[in-house]
């Protein structure tokens, strides 16, 4: 078997180009522009009695008679494609199977079980097929994220940690927040419980899932509510002091509040400190974000606000600062507490805080 001529390398690169765009049978057009010397004579020699080919002139043949030409001199085409750019595709048959395997995929996905007795999970897996978001390589992590929804929720509650290690091969890290798993599976809860906004934290309460009851926490200093829950009998005791709640104990006691309390907040732990200190039992509710809003930050507050308290907020005076008051007063009708400075760090008018709080 002949090897081709270097000088043919271009129009061999354009054939194989057209022969993997049309497949074994099919047929098109091999340009190749601006004619070296040496393609020109190699063509010329190749593909003659046609009409001499010059330098700088443009070679157009049909693929089904170049092939011709190679195999009269020789040259088998599939080879020569070969040589000059590894094993040769066919790509109307690579797209004909990925159409039909796009067509089961998503055959598997409206008929699995869960789609069938969940139609909101069901949309959204259409959806997501739709914009390109599931692929079928992505059937071995739906299955899985299908199988933890399958079983929720839970009653009584679970931890998530236990629920992934009884689901999901004995492994309790399966769900942790940083596996594409866990993302999967809150998009398809929320989209459920129709929650677009809510964190995950939240979604995966309202399905009876407990989510590392210790590691979200809010600080918070003189808040007074009522009731003989322990929390509610600690957070009376420790009046005067800072207390740290996490978002579990959060989620076992129904804190109950006065309709008309006052609370304020801050975003950085040393103005909740400076007020600690100055003031003592004499400081009016404070709580802490201490930046942007845990989720023991956004119970605390739910709670809060939902029993009629009113929320002022104060914190830096730079653009993080005022989306934490945005999203505050969106979610808790907050208000601004104190002078808005831009720029200045909230630590920079403790003072003045302080004797706003004295007030």
Not at 77 to 102: F, I, K, M, N
Not at 178 to 204: G, K
Not at 237 to 244: D, F, K, Q, Y
């Amino acid at each position: 078997m002949r090897t081709p001529e270097p000088a043919l390398l271009r129009a061999l690169t354009a054939a194989r180009a057209k022969r993997e765009e049309r497949g074994p049978t099919g047929d098109g057009r091999v340009v190749v522009e601006a004619l070296a010397p040496d393609e020109a004579l190699a063509l010329d020699g190749l593909l003659a009695p046609r009409r001499t080919l010059l330098p700088g002139a443009d070679l157009r043949i049909d693929l089904w008679r170049f092939e011709a030409a190679l195999r009269t001199a020789g040259i088998r085409p599939t080879t020569a494609y070969e040589q000059v750019g590894g094993p040769l595709r066919d790509l109307p048959a690579e797209r004909a199977a990925a159409r039909s395997l796009r067509s089961e995929f998503r055959a598997w996905l409206r008929e699995h079980p869960v789609s069938c007795a969940r139609p909101k999970m069901a949309a959204w897996l259409e959806a997501a097929a739709d914009q390109g978001r599931l692929q079928p390589s992505s059937r071995p992590l739906i299955e899985r994220a299908l199988v933890v929804a399958d079983a929720l929720p839970t009653d009584p509650p679970r931890q998530r940690a236990v629920l992934a290690a009884e689901l999901l091969d004995g492994d309790p890290h399966a769900l942790d927040v940083d596996r594409s798993l866990h993302t999967l599976i809150v998009a398809l809860l929320a989209a459920e419980a129709e929650l677009p906004n809510a964190s995950a934290r939240e979604i995966w309460r309202v399905y009876g899932v407990i989510v590392d009851p210790v590691s979200s926490t809010v600080a918070c200093l003189n808040l007074q509510p009522s009731g003989d829950g322990r929390f509610a009998r600690m957070l009376r005791l420790m009046h005067g002091s800072h207390v740290v709640l996490t978002i579990g104990q959060l989620a076992s006691e129904a804190l109950r509040w006065q309709r008309d309390l006052i609370c304020h907040s801050c975003e950085n732990p040393s103005v909740l400190i400076a007020a600690e200190r100055e003031l003592g039992g004499r400081c009016p509710p404070l709580v802490c974000t201490a930046g942007y809003p845990s989720d023991a930050v956004r119970a605390l507050l739910a709670g809060l606000h939902e029993a009629g308290a009113r929320l002022y907020h104060h914190g830096d005076g730079d653009a993080a600062g005022e989306q934490i008051l945005d999203d505050l007063r969106r979610r808790y009708g907050a208000q601004r507490w104190g002078e808005h400075l831009p720029g200045v760090a909230e630590e920079l008018v403790i003072d003045d805080l302080l004797a706003d709080l004295r007030r």
